[in-house]
């Protein structure tokens, strides 16, 4: 029983870890991650009403990532992150936007203050349990919450075996699309999921910097995070797809939605 309740304390540590880790290098994460397709924006906001233009919570925002798609799609957008960091790049990159400081579990907005609420690349870092009341509270009567992920499309040889290349001591398993089981909350309608087609434009230098910004690289020892990014580019340049100048980089983005059921 120790040897389960030691286990468990140190999974959680490592991803609470893994959690902070991105604030310190939030100008390479928004040099170096990808933005989202429109057309998966477009179908995580489906249900929310076009006209006039829907306020949408982007949590858990990060650098504005997605923020930047939710604008282009119409959308009013308020910005909620934690990190100090990711905030003042946010804030630096799209400074019309209002950024608070906050997270899923206390979210800083009135009750009923939103049509939607989207979480990039986020909704795995949040407290479901105490979230999903949150997110029941500041949205509208029938508002969206949708969680969108870009992931490399492992269906490519290549790319399969970059993502074991790339594997740290801190490394979970790859986010499996279309065979995790989807959340559910009695406070909302059964999740829906779709995934939408997606490049990256890289070279092998920028695909080893975007790789250096996800945080499995940023929380173990700086000689083992150099090993591993050697061995990347050490990758990356050994392949005919990758070793000279720019390529795509395959990607899928995994879209979730729900609505807030009647109360």
């Known amino acids: ?3 389960t309740t030691d286990r468990d304390a140190s999974k959680h540590a490592l991803h609470a870890r893994r959690a902070a880790s991105f604030g310190a290098n939030a100008t390479d994460y928004a040099e170096h991650r990808p933005d989202y397709p429109i057309a998966a924006i ?5 249900a929310v009403p076009a006209v006039p233009a829907p306020i949408v919570l982007d949590l858990g925002a990060g650098t504005g990532k997605l923020t930047e798609g939710l604008l282009a799609a ?6 909620v992150e934690p990190d100090d960091g990711m905030r003042v790049e946010l804030t630096r990159r799209l400074p019309g936007v209002r950024v608070y400081e906050g ?4 979210i800083p907005l009135a009750d009923g203050s939103v049509d939607a609420i989207v979480a990039g690349q986020a909704f795995h870092w949040f407290d479901q349990q105490r979230a999903f ?3 029941a509270r ?12 870009n992931t490399d499309d492992t269906r490519v040889d290549w790319v399969a075996e970059l993502g074991r290349v790339s594997r740290s001591e801190a490394s979970t398993p790859p986010l499996e699309l279309g065979s995790a089981k989807l959340p ?9 999921s779709a995934r939408f087609p997606h490049t990256q434009r890289r070279t092998a230098e920028s695909l080893t ?15 083992q995070r150099a090993e591993v990014l050697q061995r990347i580019s050490d990758y990356l340049h050994s392949r005919p797809e990758t070793a000279e100048g720019e390529f795509d980089l395959p990607m899928l983005t995994l879209v979730l939605r729900t609505t807030l059921r009647p109360r």
């Open 133 to 135: 009341p949150e997110f």
């Open 74 to 79: 119409g959308a009013t957008v308020i910005a």
């Open 209 to 223: 910097a975007t790789i250096g910004t996800h945080s499995h690289t940023l929380v173990v020892p700086s000689q």
């Open 184 to 192: 559910e909350h009695p406070l909302f309608e059964a999740f829906e």
């Open 1 to 3: 029983m120790g040897n």
């Open 42 to 46: 477009r179908w995580a906001l489906e």
């Open 103 to 106: 997270t899923a579990e206390a």
């Open 138 to 149: 500041v949205l509208q009567k029938g508002g969206v919450f949708a969680a969108l992920w």
